[in-house]
């Protein structure tokens, strides 16, 4: 079964500080991966998108790393702001023939307090 | 946000009627999705349109009809036989149906049903 599973379900830190979040997926054939960002109320908007060739890539202060071999991702996040309170969810599309469909995890509640 | 637009943001709804939610974009993109997204469930496709005037059935499109008049358009229907349609509704676009193309999100809209 195609599945992504991201951990932790939630996390609070303290604004500067650091914070990795989880992704695993059992999505195969595999192509991609990609981490989004959700503000609350919001519509998803995205980081970073990664090839199975690719092993980390950065965006600002949001570095992404993969591991196709043992299908896992890590979204590393570094010296917190209060913006980056949101949900972050990994997304792995599956390829059907014509057609793409992206299979989502459940995402990763971020909380950055003073 | 990018160039997606949904309307309206918050919708509510009595039991028994049906409620057309609005997605445009300026993108020109040809594929054009709707999703539902509950709490603690990752993001689930309820229809996605490749081309004007065709539209595929998602994971979820049972109570939901489409329809892709114009490439700007693709609005979604939430009928009666919708069993649990409070839920926030995200509508997205991308160039094509595949798993390179990135999929931009609309700010979503919220329906609640009393």
């Known amino acids: 079964k195609n599945q992504v599973e991201q951990s932790p379900q939630s996390l609070i830190i303290l604004e500067g500080k650091n914070c990795t979040l989880q992704?695993?997926?059992?999505?195969?054939?595999?192509?991609?991966l990609r981490w989004y960002k959700q503000d609350t109320g919001r519509g998803p908007v995205s980081l970073t998108i990664?090839?199975?060739?690719?092993n980390t890539k950065s965006n600002g202060r949001y570095t992404a790393t993969l591991d196709a071999d043992t299908k896992q991702s890590s979204l590393h996040i570094t010296a917190s702001q209060l913006s980056d309170s949101a949900s972050y969810i990994c997304?792995?599309?599956?390829?059907?023939?014509?057609?793409?469909?992206?299979?989502f995890g459940t995402g990763t509640r971020l909380q950055v307090t003073l | 946000d990018g160039g997606i637009t949904q309307s309206p943001k918050y919708l509510f709804r009595k039991e028994g009627q049906n409620v057309t939610l609005s997605c445009e974009q300026n993108?020109?993109?040809?594929?054009m999705y709707w999703y539902r997204q509950d709490p603690g469930q990752g993001l689930r496709l309820i229809y996605y349109?490749?081309?004007?005037?065709?539209?595929q059935k998602g994971d979820i499109a049972e109570g939901y009809s489409v329809s892709r008049e114009k490439k700007e358009s693709f609005p979604l229907t939430v009928t009666s036989a919708q069993k649990n349609p409070t839920a926030f509704y995200l509508c997205?676009?991308?160039?094509?149906?595949?798993?390179?193309?990135?999929?931009?999100f609309g700010p979503g809209t919220r329906l609640t049903v009393l």
């Open positions: 997205a676009s991308s160039g094509q149906v595949n798993s390179y193309n990135e999929q931009f």
């Open positions: 992704c695993n997926y059992t999505v195969s054939p595999f192509s991609n």
């Open positions: 990664m090839t199975f060739s690719e």
């Open positions: 997304v792995v599309p599956i390829n059907t023939g014509t057609a793409s469909k992206l299979t």
């Open positions: 993108l020109n993109h040809d594929a």
């Open positions: 349109s490749q081309i004007v005037n065709d539209f």
